[in-house]
């Protein structure tokens, strides 16, 4: 890989991050201001409220940016090894813009791979959730310290983020490289 396509993927997989981050840490958040107003039993009570929908739409829309993102980033490198007049399809230096890539997003983003990632993100954010909630009630904390026990998860959180990222910005990448190669009609 070059240096340019290392660049790009580390950009996006930093945006990925960024919005991966900001969405667990809200979570985090909330439950610290339920348990300090509330309790543990009532933020466990409350778990249930951690949706897939949120997840959904920030996968939806983060995988899209970054395909689409790769997708031009790997027309202009095909166009670059090889002459214009081998492409076979003319309509490939605007096949992002056409109906048969909104057709393979949607396909894609609706797919049962997809779901399950969603499920494992937002299950894994309650199981997490659980066990300090759980172990804040069997060590008797006062509110206060069971907020705390959530504030102190940050560096959990980024690591968690950064795995999330990781993953999400291969799948965006590898999606919108093969749906170049794909379109420019090319025997690959």
């Known amino acids: 890989m070059t240096e340019a396509y290392n660049r790009k993927r580390n950009a996006a997989e930093g945006r ?10 809200d979570i985090y958040s909330k439950y610290y201001h339920i348990v300090l107003n ?27 940016h970054e395909a689409a993102t ?12 090889i002459s214009k007049k081998d492409f ?12 048969v890539w909104r057709n393979r997003i949607r396909t894609v983003l609706r797919s049962g791979l997809l779901f399950e990632r969603i499920v494992g993100i937002t299950d894994t954010t309650k199981s997490d959730l659980t066990r300090i909630l759980v172990g804040a009630i069997n ?13 102190s998860q940050t560096g959990y959180l ?6 999330i990222a990781r993953t999400e910005t291969t799948y965006a990448v590898s999606l919108g490289r093969d749906a170049a190669a794909n379109d420019s009609g090319l025997k690959l």
Do not use: C
């Not at 990925?16 to 840490?25: E, F, N, P």
């Not at 996968?59 to 899209?64: F, Q």
């Not at 790769?70 to 095909?78: P, R, V």
């Open 16 to 25: 990925i991050y960024t919005v991966i981050y900001r969405y667990l840490r």
């Open 38 to 64: 509330g309790s543990p039993q009532v933020a466990i009570a409350r778990l249930n409220e951690i949706d897939r929908q949120s997840m959904q739409a920030i996968l939806e829309e983060v995988i899209t």
């Open 70 to 81: 790769f997708y031009l980033y790997e027309q202009d490198q095909l166009k670059k090894l």
């Open 88 to 99: 076979i399809r003319t309509d490939f230096e605007t096949g992002f813009f056409s109906e």
């Open 139 to 151: 060590n008797r904390l006062t509110r206060r310290e069971s907020a705390r026990e959530i504030s």
């Open 158 to 163: 980024r690591k968690r983020a950064l795995r």
